[in-house]
């Protein structure tokens, strides 16, 4: 499913559904709910038998080592499968987990590449190509918010730049 030219595929529905909330047992930040699925194919192998049949939440604290948890379960990042991009050393920082698109990649067609527009840059980089991301992306979350995020930063320092040349 293209998220580009899509705006109703199947990973972006329900996405945004806001649930009551846990608080991080370490940072005590609020959490994102996550769906048990998306963390049974983010946690390491190893750890799959700990999961369980609950949600989990993540926790959203850029500082904080803590991925998912659940009453007395936690995963700390070092116990998953890909770095969530939302902590601070996320390395690399994945905006489309589908594609394995970076914020640098994005930035770098905008800047260096001269995408103009988002599809441009989807075009450029792949991103929101072939979209899993209930499964593929920490959240759970459709990464098409995210990766218009970095392209409207991206679109600003260009246009910053250009205007130091004027
Ligand atoms: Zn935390």
Known sequence: MDCCTTSNCSCCENSYIETLSQACPVCKYQGMLVKNF???HIVLDEYLSQVGSNDYFLCTNPECD???YQ???VFYKQQLKVPIWLKKDANPK???YCSKVTEDDIMEAVLKKGAKTLSEVCKITG?????KCEINNPTG???ADIVKEVFEKAIK???RNTDCLN
């Open 71 to 73: 009453g007395e379960n």
């Open 66 to 68: 803590v991925g998912y």
């Open 94 to 96: 994945y905006v489309c």
């Open 38 to 40: 998306t963390v049974k």
């Open 141 to 143: 979350k459709c990464c």
């Open 157 to 159: 320092i260009k246009e």
């Open 127 to 131: 991103a929101m190509k072939d979209c």
